[in-house]
């Protein structure tokens, strides 16, 4: 039996490949704060061309890329509209409100889908009264609807309807990748349903650091202004930059594997009485369980699926998380299927669950919960 921990916390814990760190070392680098590094300039390039954008700048995160977004769309005051779970309103640590100065409105959603009739009049009048609408938020895979696709009738929906009040739409992208696995959407064709797009180059895609954030020559230098005023202005980052450009060659490819166990994951726990999935479908790579059961809660199975060697995410006391990447494979899946299996056949419904052993911390919605 298999000793190693089997991590389903995020796909933010992949490690870069071989490939990876080798390309790292061999980058010919420069300074790209006086914009003459070529390794950053070819992956900039080659992001920008890839999603149809005119420009594309590298970096350090995807909560960076989605705030210089915001601050490089709207004016301090104007309102960015915005789904009610969205990372960037929920998890972004109010940088909406902090960096780019906006006046935020959440809309309730479906499967990260605003409503079109409800966005439609979510767009405010031309009033002296009311700050105006400035930006239109959506996430491409939707993490809080358990990684699920948003389709691209809807975004072409939404797009129209922002061309037509004159207001920019910005795609938070982190897991593109993932919907593009299973779509076989062209990148360029979403990259056409917005103004901006950002990439997350860290998570399923395993490189260790970095975003790519895209769109206009004149955006992407007012990004550029906001990503100095964060700091994230680095120098010889090609050597980061290099693993994006491995990246699209060697874990790209890899991804439509990490949606298929997902899907995998979730059909084994159809069937098991205590949890159930909380949503309904598995999209792509990421699975949320609502805990059902009467006595046991999100933590205490977080911790007795931790001292079997399976890592997951307890989010408040009903919500467990698991999400696929390159890291786990196919054994892992299985191991995960069967100790939640076990566990809860240890726990039958209506008799007291045996609390949780004292080196195994209940833990609830750690930082990385937010990834
Ligand atoms: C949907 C989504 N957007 C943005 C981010 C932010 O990315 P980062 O962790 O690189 O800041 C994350 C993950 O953390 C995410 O899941």
Known sequence: MSHRVADFRSDTVTLPTQRMLEAMVAAPVGDDVFRDDPTVQRLERRFADLFGKEAALFVPSGTMANQAAAAAHVVPGEEVVVESSAHVFLYEGGGLARVAGAHVRTLEGENGRIPLGALQRAIRPVSEHMPRTGL????????????AILPLDYLQAVRELALHY?????????????????????????????DSVMVSLS???????GSVLMGDGAFVERARRVRKWLGGAMRQAGHLAACGLVALEETVPMIKEDNARCRRLGGSVLGLEGVRMAQSNV????????????????????????DRGVLCLALGERLLRFVTHRMVDDEDVERAGRALQELLDANPPGVPAAPPSPESPESTDPEGARS
């Open 283 to 306: 999209d792509t790579n990421v699975l949320f369980l609502e805990v059902t059961h009467p006595e046991l809660d999100a933590p205490m199975i977080e911790a007795a699926l931790r």
């Open 166 to 194: 004159g207001v920019p739409v910005h795609l938070d992208g982190a897991r593109i990748f993932n919907a593009m696995a299973e779509t076989g959407i062209d990148p360029a064709v979403y990259g056409a349903t917005c």
């Open 136 to 147: 239109i938020c959506l996430e491409q895979t939707h993490l809080f609807s358990g990684g």
């Open 203 to 209: 998570k399923g895609l395993s490189c260790p650091v």
